[in-house]
């Protein structure tokens, strides 16, 4: 960031001197955070394959471990309709805490244990900060399968605009129903339930009813979220970050440094998810498209162009026109790797990004999307990574099956309308 800060006004450093750090202390964001860790343990939970949120039956299961259970009298609730539940996972995926893996022909969310040993040696504030940080620089809304709008850039932006134009001294839910449905928008139901388990809001409800699972009454900001959230809009930090930094890079000591003068338990922060490039050896892929599949051996150290003109000669298809990878990060969040014809803003294109720096790992799926006008879109999955026997120096279909569909099934009968 290149924007010039100001320091905490004499209040704000009062409330962080003062602000201690516990299980439940300012909010209940470590005791409910480390109860969704305990419950994910060693084996993973279950997700669902496409956007990866928990499975429906787990749903029940990890409400009842959190300090504020929703009674949830929907017949097929979804994650969404936990927003308690919706908000912890998406702390946990923008942590780098978990990964979406296949465990048999199912799809789990697993921690990596390097960075659950990392969490376990931080004091609380450590870890409280470290989550804030994740909140600020990573929480998206493709991580939840959504979409983001264009006025509302970053979550972290929706929960300071709450702050400074709609919550006030207090926000009456209950007596006035355009806020409940305003709020379900903006800042949405996730968010102000992440507000409320960093101790930003105090949230007062009402009985459940089957069409209300969250009855929202009153909605109050904490002393602890005004010091924070005017401290943040005082120096317009959402945005300078929006405009100077890459997105995902946590700690860069802007804010941090400021807050750390103040609350010196706070040292260290959550290392974040460094993405390891093999090199070496080769993948196993299963590329599909309608009914034909083919098995390719693809070597690591080759170029995304390579793959990408390896499946269409397996396909029979030609190559002339531009196409795209796309996957998910190690943070749950939709990236893509283009043609460098495609005019995208990207650190990598196709003809110099190498197979091997995809965060892949056995099971994974992501898409080769090609031709942008007809749109067909080849389905991969990774069967087998390096090292495999034997070890392919170059791409080889290994196997075929299937007829492919025709490329251009058309054409013939464009040119029979011409005569």
Same mark, same amino acid.
């Given at each position: 960031?290149?924007?010039?800060?100001?320091?905490?006004?004499?209040?704000?450093?009062?409330?962080?001197?003062?602000?201690?750090?516990?299980?439940?202390?300012?909010?209940?964001?470590?005791?409910?955070?480390?109860?969704?860790?305990?419950?994910?343990?060693?084996?993973?939970?279950?997700?669902?394959?496409?956007?990866?949120?928990?499975?429906?039956?787990?749903?029940?299961?990890?409400?009842?471990?959190?300090?504020?259970?929703?009674?949830?009298?929907?017949?097929?609730?979804?994650?969404?309709?936990?927003?308690?539940?919706?908000?912890?996972?998406?702390?946990?995926?923008?942590?780098?805490?978990?990964?979406?893996?296949?465990?048999?022909?199912?799809?789990?969310?697993?921690?990596?244990?390097?960075?659950?040993?990392?969490?376990?040696? /931080?004091? %609380?504030?450590?870890? @409280?900060?470290? $989550? +804030?940080?994740?909140?600020? !620089?990573?929480? #998206?809304?493709?991580?939840?399968?959504?979409?983001?709008?264009? /006025?509302? %850039?970053?979550?972290? @932006?929706?929960? $300071? +605009?709450?702050?400074?134009? !709609?919550?006030? #001294?207090?926000?009456?839910?209950?007596?006035?129903?355009?806020?409940?449905?305003?709020?379900?928008?903006?800042?949405? $139901?996730?968010?102000?339930?992440?507000?409320?388990?960093?101790?930003?809001?105090?949230?007062?409800?009402?009985?459940?009813?089957?069409?209300?699972?969250?009855?929202?009454?009153?909605?109050?900001?904490?002393?602890?979220?005004?010091?924070?959230?005017?401290?943040?809009?005082?120096?317009?930090?959402?945005?300078?970050?929006?405009?100077?930094?890459?997105?995902?890079?946590?700690?860069?000591?802007?804010?941090?440094?400021?807050?750390?003068?103040?609350?010196?338990?706070?040292?260290?922060?959550?290392?974040?998810?460094?993405?390891?490039?093999?090199?070496?050896?080769?993948?196993?892929?299963?590329?599909?498209?309608?009914?034909?599949?083919?098995?390719?051996?693809?070597?690591?150290?080759?170029?995304?162009?390579?793959?990408?003109?390896?499946?269409?000669?397996?396909?029979?298809?030609?190559?002339?026109?531009?196409?795209?990878?796309?996957?998910?990060?190690?943070?749950?969040?939709?990236?893509?790797?283009?043609?460098?014809?495609?005019?995208?803003?990207?650190?990598?294109?196709?003809?110099?990004?190498?197979?091997?720096?995809?965060?892949?790992?056995?099971?994974?799926?992501?898409?080769?999307?090609?031709?942008?006008?007809?749109?067909?879109?080849?389905?991969?999955?990774?069967?087998?990574?390096?090292?495999?026997?034997?070890?392919?120096?170059?791409?080889?279909?290994?196997?075929?099956?299937?007829?492919?569909?025709?490329?251009?099934?058309?054409?013939?009968?464009?040119?029979?309308?011409?005569?």
């Amino acid at each position: 960031m290149t924007a010039k800060l100001t320091s905490c006004t004499p209040e704000q450093i009062e409330i962080l001197k003062k602000q201690r750090f516990s299980d439940t202390e300012p909010g209940t964001l470590l005791k409910d955070f480390n109860s969704l860790l305990e419950f994910i343990g060693k084996t993973g939970i279950a997700v669902s394959e496409k956007t990866q949120l928990f499975a429906l039956n787990t749903l029940a299961d990890i409400n009842r471990r959190l300090t504020h259970p929703l009674d949830v009298k929907l017949k097929r609730p979804l994650q969404k309709s936990f927003p308690y539940i919706n908000g912890l996972y998406l702390l946990l995926r923008s942590s780098g805490l978990s990964y979406a893996a296949i465990d048999g022909k199912k799809s789990k969310l697993m921690l990596y244990e390097d960075v659950l040993d990392d969490w376990n040696k /931080l004091n %609380p504030a450590e870890r @409280y900060f470290s $989550l +804030l940080q994740a909140f600020y !620089y990573r929480a #998206d809304a493709a991580m939840l399968g959504e979409r983001h709008g264009f /006025l509302s %850039p970053t979550y972290f @932006y929706d929960c $300071l +605009l709450f702050f400074q134009k !709609y919550l006030g #001294d207090r926000l009456d839910v209950k007596s006035n129903r355009d806020n409940m449905d305003r709020l379900r928008f903006s800042p949405g $139901l996730h968010n102000l339930a992440v507000m409320e388990l960093f101790g930003f809001i105090d949230i007062e409800c009402t009985v459940a009813d089957e069409n209300e699972t969250w009855p929202l009454s009153v909605i109050k900001p904490t002393a602890w979220g005004r010091a924070i959230f005017s401290y943040f809009a005082q120096n317009n930090l959402v945005m300078s970050f929006l405009e100077d930094d890459e997105p995902g890079q946590a700690g860069s000591g802007i804010w941090e440094t400021e807050f750390k003068k103040y609350i010196p338990a706070w040292e260290k922060s959550l290392l974040q998810v460094e993405r390891s490039i093999t090199e070496e050896g080769a993948y196993i892929f299963n590329v599909s498209l309608g009914e034909a599949r083919c098995k390719i051996a693809v070597p690591a150290n080759i170029s995304l162009d390579e793959l990408a003109y390896g499946i269409l000669e397996a396909f029979d298809f030609d190559s002339d026109h531009l196409y795209e990878f796309i996957y998910k990060n190690e943070y749950g969040i939709e990236e893509s790797i283009a043609h460098p014809y495609v005019e995208r803003d990207h650190e990598y294109c196709t003809d110099d990004c190498p197979v091997g720096y995809l965060p892949l790992y056995k099971g994974k799926t992501f898409i080769f999307h090609f031709d942008f006008g007809d749109d067909w879109r080849f389905k991969i999955r990774v069967e087998a990574v390096p090292p495999t026997e034997p070890d392919y120096s170059e791409l080889t279909v290994i196997e075929k099956r299937g007829t492919p569909p025709e490329q251009y099934p058309d054409w013939e009968g464009e040119y029979e309308d011409d005569d």
